[in-house]
Each structure stands twice: as structure tokens, then as C-alpha cells.
């Protein structure tokens, strides 16, 4: 795949960047892997006080960022400004938080004194999708570099000047320039750079198959990996839920970035007495939501990052339709070869479809009809993804017990899945392995490293007869 900013929207590229050769990798790589020495004796203060002002330059050029992820991948500008906000709040959080994740721990053994002390481990690879192009980034590299490792990031080719950008950020707030580089390479050469000694660790989110084969190159090595890959998030309804604030917030579950998140809620698993009512409230919903050039104000959803993309999950609904899924809402593409795909809703959705087994990357809602709150958790767990989920009804103590009978990183009740940098977030099944974000997503690029004191001999301070 060529390096260049496509405008989905235009339908125009903007910019073509030449992938850098293996020689200027390679002299990145070295130079990185000589700044993770100097890096991991720096105090949690200097790199808090630079993570901090990434913090505020992320602030400061919320609107110049959101035009560039406007431009390059279709998010609206809105959503844009918010997305560089959070990636802010991030980089505050960890300047606050990293000394104490990563303090020592004190064992209690036989020893004189025994403890677990967290160190940097050096030089970690990112592979990064498109659709959070800022946000995905910085869940890794804030805890990453006050860690006191070093990220290497190897992009999505179709948002080069957005890694660029984030490159620029943390170099004008100070950072040392090797502890964060861009690499505008092809997927070609990940594996090369994998397999060299001097990257330590890698972290992927993407597609299950990205995973695999990134999960197979680092096994060989023995190198650590988190993997975030795709959902296909449950979103369950039971019969006592608040229907109008339920199809109301499916309706935004949907169409977060245009329903090009792994967890927006993809799977509406609806107890059957409140099914066609819920199915008319979001179609209500999903009708109000307004389209348009995602520079606009206005706009609430853009097109689908590539025509390309478009055009899978076009026929991904196709092929369920003639395989017995209902189009309750129609929408979609207006043409093949457009990115601009609006809203669907396909019920009738049963096992032998597509829209079942696959994760379908785009606004089309797949409503499921279960017969009550257990055969709902079946339905929901009946799937080899397991990142997000949501239950909805009004009783509480009953949603957090069903919660915990839920195959998924995360449950929410009576609310929208989300991250946050308080809170894990990762997956179970296909959807991967390890936590980004807490202070369990601090601690999985670092090494883990037990001391243990000898106590003192038992001769010592007796005089000898």
C-alpha cells in the first residue's frame, strides 16, 4: 500500500511521502536504541515535566490536529478536537501516576529485604491502525517513554502526515528526538525490524491477521507483545431496560468514527418482547444523525476511511441478506467505489451469515432476538471476539452479575463502552491479549525484576568461643 494522505471525502490525494529505505530505518533504530540507555536514567520528574507539555501542545493544536484526521481519514472535525483532548488527559495521567505504578514493591520473605522493581526495557515497536490515528498512538507511548523505554511507531500508510505530526509533538516538548521517531515504512519491513535485537517489545492494534502474523515473527524472537485487535461488541437488551435512553445511546455505539472502532457496539442482542420496539427507536436515531464534508461543524459522521473499505462491508451485508439476514434500514453505499456508506440496521441475523461470525467495520447494526437474559449471554459469548460489551436494564445488581458471565476486557452497564487512561482495556479470544492504558498498561513493557537481600549471617556481631 502506497504512503500517501487520501481524502475520503474529496476522493483526492493530498500528499505522497517515499517510504524511508531499510539504511534510514536502521540508523533510526540504532540511534533509538542508543537513547534508551540515556532515557531509563532520567527521574519520573524530567519526563513528567516533558509529558506534560506534550500535554499541552496536544491542547494547543487540538483544531490543527482534528484537520488533519479530518483530512486524511474522514473524522469530523468535532470529534477530531475531542480525540486530541483525551490524548492530553492521557499524557497528564501518566506524568501523574507513572512514579507510583512503577514504584518498588516490598516482599515480605526470609530475606533481609525483598522487592519488585519495575525497570524500562528499551526500545518498543508500535504498529498503529488508522482510526484513531492520535489516540492509539499516544495509550502506548505516554506510559511507554515515562517508563523510560523509547517507541518506535510504524503507522497506518494512509495517515502519514498524522504520525508525523505526534512525532513533532513530543520532539517541541523537549523529548530527547530518538526516544520517539516515525518510521513512514510498509508493513514489508516490520518483520525485519521485529526480528532485529535492539527492538525489544512490540504492541499492534489492528486486524486479527496483522496480529497473528506480528504475534509469529515476535514468538520467534521470545519478545513480548500486546495485541488489540478487532471486536464485534455485544450490546444486550433486556426486557426491563430503559428503552428510549438503550436505542438512544446503540444509536452512538454504532456510529463512533462512522462505526470504524473496534469497540463500538456492533452485535444489538435484544430480549424478544422489547424487540421491534428497540428496532424503531434506533432507526430513529440512526436516521437524525447528519452527514457532510467532516471539515463542517455540523457534520456528525464522514465517510468511511477508503473506498476500499467501503466496498467489503458492502458486500459483507450483501452476502448475509442472501444468507436470511433483514434489512430494516436501509442505507449503505451509493455507489461502488465511494467511501460514504450510511446507516443500516439487519435483523434476523443467525448463525451461517456473515454479519454473525465476521466483525463488520462500518455503520450496520446486526439486532439478534434472544429469549431471555441467559440465552442473551449465550448469544453474546457465541463469538471469537471478546474486547467490549454492554447490558442494559434497570436492575443494577443483576447487570453486574450477568457482566461477570461475560467473555469480553470490558463490560459496561447502562452506558456506551469507552477507554480511559484510568481503567485496562484490551480483549480476550481473537480480539488479543495484554492491557494498554492503567497501570496494568505501564507494566507490560517493563522488566519485573525481583531483588532479594541475603539477611545478615548468623555469626554476625557474636564473638566466637
Known amino acids: 500500500m502506497p504512503i500517501e494522505s487520501y481524502n475520503p471525502y474529496t476522493g483526492r490525494v493530498l500528499r505522497r511521502f517515499r ?26 520528574a ?105 517507541g518506535l511507531l510504524k503507522h497506518a500508510s494512509n495517515v502519514p502526515q498524522c504520525a508525523l505530526a505526534l512525532e513533532k509533538i513530543f520532539h517541541d516538548a523537549g523529548f530527547p528526538p530518538a526516544t520517539f521517531r516515525t518510521l513512514l515504512i510498509g508493513s514489508e519491513l516490520v518483520s525485519k525490524l521485529i526480528e532485529d535485537d535492539r527492538v525489544r517489545a512490540v504492541t499492534l492494534t489492528g486486524s486479527e491477521p496483522a496480529g497473528a502474523q506480528v504475534a509469529a515473527t515476535a514468538g520467534a524472537q521470545i519478545k513480548k507483545t500486546v495485541l488489540e485487535l478487532g471486536g464485534s461488541d455485544a450490546f444486550v437488551v433486556l426486557a426491563d431496560a430503559d428503552l428510549e435512553l438503550a436505542a438512544k445511546t446503540a444509536a452512538q455505539a454504532r456510529m463512533i468514527n462512522a462505526g470504524q472502532s473496534c469497540i463500538a457496539a456492533k452485535r444489538f442482542i435484544v430480549e424478544k418482547p422489547v424487540l421491534k420496539e428497540f428496532i424503531s427507536k434506533m432507526k430513529t436515531h440512526l436516521l437524525a444523525l447528519r452527514t457532510g464534508d467532516p471539515l463542517l461543524e455540523t457534520t456528525q459522521y464522514g465517510p468511511l476511511a477508503r473506498p476500499d473499505l467501503a466496498d467489503e462491508l458492502t458486500e459483507q451485508v450483501n452476502d448475509s441478506v442472501k444468507q436470511g439476514a433483514k434489512v430494516e434500514l436501509f442505507g449503505g453505499q451509493s455507489a461502488p467505489g465511494t467511501a460514504l456508506f450510511r446507516p443500516m440496521i439487519l435483523s434476523n441475523v443467525k448463525p451461517g451469515q456473515r454479519a454473525y461470525a465476521e466483525e463488520l467495520f462500518g455503520p450496520v447494526a446486526l439486532v439478534l432476538e434472544a429469549k431471555d437474559a441467559d440465552d442473551a449471554i449465550r448469544l453474546a459469548n457465541d463469538s471469537r471476539f471478546g474486547l467490549g460489551a454492554a447490558i442494559w436494564t434497570r436492575d443494577a445488581a443483576r447487570g453486574e452479575a450477568l457482566a461477570r458471565r461475560i467473555e469480553a476486557g470490558a463490560v459496561f452497564i447502562n452506558a456506551l463502552v469507552k477507554s480511559s487512561p484510568e481503567m485496562p482495556f484490551g480483549g480476550v479470544k481473537k480480539s488479543g491479549y495484554g492491557r494498554e492504558l492503567s497501570y496494568l498498561g505501564i507494566r507490560e513493557f517493563v522488566n519485573q525484576k525481583s531483588v532479594w537481600v541475603a539477611p545478615a549471617p548468623q555469626s554476625e556481631g557474636k564473638k566466637v568461643e
Open 19 to 44: 517510504p524511508f529505505a531499510w539504511s534510514r530505518v536502521e540508523r533510526i533504530l540504532a540511534q533509538s536504541h542508543r537513547a534508551a540507555a540515556q532515557w531509563r536514567l532520567t527521574t519520573f
Open 46 to 150: 524530567e519526563r513528567a515535566r516533558l509529558m506534560r507539555r506534550a500535554a499541552a501542545l496536544l491542547r494547543e493544536r487540538a483544531d490543527e490536529l482534528a484537520r488533519l484526521m479530518a483530512l486524511e481519514m474522514g473524522k469530523p472535525v468535532v470529534d477530531g478536537r475531542a480525540e486530541a483532548q483525551k490524548c492530553a488527559l492521557c499524557c497528564d495521567y501518566y506524568a501523574e501516576h507513572a512514579e507510583a505504578f512503577l514504584a518498588d514493591e516490598e516482599i515480605k520473605t526470609e530475606a533481609r529485604r525483598s522487592f519488585i522493581s519495575h525497570e524500562p526495557i528499551g526500545v518498543v515497536l508500535a504498529v498503529m491502525p488508522w482510526n484513531f490515528p492520535f489516540w492509539q498512538v499516544v495509550r502506548f507511548a505516554a506510559p511507554a517513554l515515562m517508563a523510560g523505554n523509547v
